[in-house]
Every structure is written in C-alpha cells, then in structure tokens.
C-alpha cells in the first residue's frame, strides 16, 4: 500500500509526524552487534488504523504495546525491515521437514485474548530462553506488551492435544501479517515451533489474500537474526524502498524433497 491509497485524514498522520521531532532513547549497547551502540525514536498511541500502521512499517516503524518505534543507531544502519512475499515463499528443505514433525500441531487463529495458560507458557519461556537476563514476567507487563488493544491484531495458538505448546501475536491489515511476539514451550525445543509457527502464519496469510508477511528487523552478520533470512525469496526495507534480499538462506536446495 503507497501513501496514496490512504485516506486524507491517514495521509495528514503521516505529515504531521514526518514534521515531529519524535523523543529518542538513550543510547545502549546493541543487543545484536559487538561494540555498537543503538538508539530509538518514537511515539505512543492507544489506537492506529491497520492501514496507517502499516504504511508507518513501510517506512520503518515496528510496534511493542502501545509504543511505535524505528531506529536511528549513530554510524549504523545494519537493522533492515524484512518481509516475505507470500505468493513467492518457499519453504526450504529442512523447514519442510519441520512441518512434516509438526503434523500433529493444531493452530487456531482467533482475535487476540488474555488467557492463563498463554501467560503460564510465556513466563516458562523466559526463564528459559533469557535467563542471564531477566525480564518483567508480570501479568501487567503480559498483558500491556501483547494484548492492548492498539491495532487489528490476530493470536495464533499452537496445540498438540489440548496441551498449548506456542503462541504468536501478529498484527493484521490488508497488506501485511506482521509477527510481533511469539513465545513456545521450552521443554519441545526439539519441535522448532518458531519455525513452524512461521510457515503456518505464512500459509496463513496466504488463504487470507494477503501479500506480505512482516517478520520485524533483520540484523545481517548476527547469528540470533539469521534465522530470518531463511524464508525466502525475502525483501528488505532500504532507503524507504523494498528490495530483493539475497541473503543466504540456510543451505538447503528449496526445490528438493
């Protein structure tokens, strides 16, 4: 979607903060590249139109509860947007065997709702996963990051029986799919449900007509962001247009069986 496919009122949003000085935060130490520091611009708001939202992802934005945020790191711009094509994706050799472990996953996807297994599973996932750095696991923290009612958004619950083994909160629009949040049981690691998760939010947004899944900021050269450019044939956001990635995806040959 261009600036002009907005409506007037979208339109004079997207003036109006382009004349902003948005505050910024202060600088910190990169969580993904050595010996780099990392700054944020912003703004808060309790309700954005999808169709905004997504346009402000075209031009950079990502969101974390009520907080739209884009970067503006000093001497770096290693944090690219990406987004994959959904009538191009293909899967690769070791994500199709993924799927094929996950035969007996059920996802239902249904409006974003608080619920205290969802809670339960995410405190479990980040003692394991960020244990040498804690993080807020209250319920208000819970429910202020992933379930303020900010933008069209979707909650994808993944279930193995009844027993919920990953969750994913995504931000909806006619455009876009965009992953916000996704958390798993620590005891399936072996599942790669993130993986997994990615594939069906993708085939997801396939059956619903959307062109792009968002998959946030990609980081070329740290190993934690690699993950990313593995779904592909990908774009990436630079100089406030989409180009194609040639990012090496994981070494699998994607039309082999």
């Not at 997504?54 to 934005?61: S, T, V």
Request: hydrophobic share 35%; with cysteine; charged share 25%.
């Amino acid at each position: 979607m261009s600036p002009t496919d907005l409506n007037e009122r979208q339109q004079a949003f997207l003036v109006w903060l382009d004349q902003q000085e948005l505050p910024r935060s202060s600088l910190y130490d990169c969580p993904y590249l050595p010996n780099r520091q990392a700054l944020q611009y912003g703004f808060a708001s309790e309700a954005l139109d999808a169709d905004l939202y997504h346009a402000l992802m075209d031009r950079g934005f990502r969101r974390s509860g009520q907080i739209f945020y884009g970067m503006d790191c000093p001497d770096c711009q290693a944090c690219m947007p990406m987004r994959v094509p959904v009538a191009t994706f293909r899967a690769s050799k070791s994500q199709r065997r993924t799927a094929r472990r996950n035969q007996d996953v059920r996802v239902e996807f249904a409006a974003p709702k608080f619920r205290d297994d969802s809670f339960e599973l995410y405190q479990r996932y980040l003692r394991h996963q960020h244990p040498d750095t804690p993080q807020d696991e209250s319920e208000a923290s819970f429910r202020d990051m992933l379930y303020a009612d900010v933008v069209d958004s979707l909650e994808a619950r993944y279930f193995v029986d009844e027993r919920l083994i990953g969750v994913s909160l995504l931000d909806v629009s006619s455009q876009s799919l965009s992953a916000v949040y996704h958390f798993f049981e620590p005891e399936l690691r072996e599942r790669r449900i993130g993986v997994f998760s990615v594939l069906a939010e993708i085939e997801h947004a396939r059956q619903l007509q959307i062109p792009h899944y968002y998959i946030g900021y990609w980081v070329r050269n740290a190993k934690t962001m690699q993950y990313k450019a593995d779904y592909g044939p990908n774009e990436v956001l630079v100089s406030g247009n989409w180009a194609a990635d040639h990012a090496t995806r994981d070494g699998d040959d994607i039309n082999s069986s």
